[in-house]
């Protein structure tokens, strides 16, 4: 079994950058396409931003402009860089990837970390 872990998160003024990282919980072959999500209190979870293994990138209209999605495919890593944070940005941050490659042969489908905070002050 493997997680994701996220990281990077906190609290930031209007305004104002935050990178978050998704890393996997132990050593891994690849990971296919790569997503970041984020949960607001009361709210659905939502999609942010999406990344294939290819480097092709989909964005919520919300983030457009202002977030950009980024992986390093050597090191099995994910990013999101987050500028001109709003208020509206404030959620807990999830990282997901649609499928994992554990070893070869032998893979693990939807996997998600367990979040960061994001916490963005007007």
């Known amino acids: 079994q493997v997680q994701l872990v996220e990281s990077g998160g906190g609290l930031v003024q209007a305004g104002g950058s935050l990178n978050l990282s998704c890393a996997a919980s132990?050593?891994?072959?690849?990971?296919?396409?790569m997503g970041w999500y984020r949960q607001a209190p009361g709210k659905q979870r939502e999609l942010v931003a999406t990344?294939?293994?290819?480097?092709?990138?989909n964005y919520a209209d919300p983030v457009k402009g202002r977030f950009t999605i980024s992986r390093d495919n050597a090191k099995n890593m994910g990013y999101l860089q987050m500028n001109s944070l709003k208020p509206e940005d404030t959620a807990v941050y999830y990282c997901?990837?649609?499928?994992?490659?554990?070893?070869?042969?032998?893979?693990?489908?939807?996997?998600w970390g367990q979040g960061t905070q994001v916490t963005v002050s007007s």
């Open positions: 997901n990837a649609d499928r994992v490659l554990i070893s070869p042969g032998v893979s693990q489908n939807n996997v």
């Open positions: 132990r050593n891994i072959f690849s990971i296919n396409a």
């Open positions: 990344i294939t293994r290819g480097g092709s990138t």
